[in-house]
């Protein structure tokens, strides 16, 4: 028997009339959009089990300095980490594991890594405009094979900028979100042939755009329905890449992602179905969950997940996959 901990959420805080500033381990959300926002890449994430399918659920925190400053229409909000971390490996016996040929060991920390960023938003009857920039490390590392040939696995980060802009448009029951990124260096992956005829993946800094459009239905006040689309695409692909080299994979990536959400008897019972599918259906995750509050401390959730995935998607070993959870939570 394993066993582990984490710790969620810890921070302290101290606010004025029109300030607050907090310090602890916190969330930095940035984008419009549920579950698949181009802009909510600052926290890291860790999908344990399918039982835990959100990007809610599965972001972890970090230990950040937040200072939020609020005005009547606008607010200006800046954090700053000074000890980023990044997505942790997966767990073996989790459905990602897979058994690496070195062992993945973390980070080196041989220089100081910091990651900043500011949001500015303004509010207007019935919509919200956000413009940001930040200074961010990808959440994961790139790992190369120990000069030796064996032993731990070199890892390497990789620091890029992020600009964005989000905006919402409510409509009577309608909610309409829109997130853009700009990303300056970010790392894709280049197909390369050694003079010896073996296959490696080279790395080029590229810049990225990618963009999250969606909506939020409410049928009344225990029924709703969310929709978003995520794409992104390399820029100016010819100026980074040398000849004959192509980045792996397609022009345009992204995903679908549908939920919907029924509560039922004063809230006690929830019904809850998500799809989330890659552009091209090369993979497609289905979930349906029902929790139960059993009291003010216990609650009951069942949930059926299923995936299908091609040989080439990022979860084929999941292909044709169907699996049963249960899980109760205490809360005190």
Do not use: C
């Amino acid at each position: 028997m394993d066993t582990e901990y984490r710790l969620h959420e810890l921070f302290v805080q101290r606010s004025t009339a029109r300030q607050s500033l907090k310090l602890g381990a916190q969330t930095v959300v940035w984008g419009e959009n549920v579950g698949n926002s181009v802009l909510d890449v600052i926290n890291t994430s860790e999908f344990r089990d399918l039982s835990i399918i959100d990007i809610e659920d599965a972001r972890l925190n970090q230990w950040l300095l937040v200072w939020d400053r609020y005005g009547l229409k606008s607010n200006l909000s800046s954090f700053v980490n000074l000890y980023p971390e990044f997505n942790p490996p997966p767990v073996r016996g989790s459905p990602f594991f897979f058994e690496p040929a070195f062992n993945l060991t973390d980070l080196r920390r041989d220089k100081p890594l910091f990651e900043a960023g500011s949001k500015l938003r303004w509010s207007f009857t019935g919509s919200d405009v956000s413009v940001m920039a930040a200074y961010l490390y990808e959440n994961q590392l790139r790992y190369s094979a120990p000069p030796s040939g064996v032993g731990d696995a070199v890892a390497r980060e990789n620091g890029f900028l992020l600009l964005g802009a989000s905006a919402n448009r409510a409509i009577g029951r309608l909610l309409l979100n829109l997130d853009i990124a700009f990303n300056h260096g970010v790392l894709a992956d280049v197909p390369h042939t050694a003079a010896d005829g073996s296959h490696a993946a080279r790395t080029r800094a590229v810049d990225q755009l990618a963009g999250t459009a969606g909506l939020e239905y409410a049928f009344s006040n225990e029924q709703s329905l969310i929709i978003g689309v995520s794409a992104q695409t390399v820029l100016r692909q010819d100026s980074v890449l040398e000849s004959g080299e192509r980045l792996t994979g397609d022009e345009v990536t992204g995903n679908a992602l549908l939920r919907y959400g029924h509560s039922m008897r004063n809230g006690d019972l929830v019904l809850a179905v998500t799809m989330q599918s890659a552009l091209d259906a090369g993979s497609v995750l289905g979930s349906v969950a029902l929790t139960y509050t059993l009291s003010n401390h216990l609650t009951l959730l069942t949930q059926v997940v299923a995936t299908r995935a091609d040989v080439d998607a990022a979860f084929a070993t999941l292909d044709e996959d169907v699996r049963a959870g249960l899980t109760l939570t205490w809360a005190f």
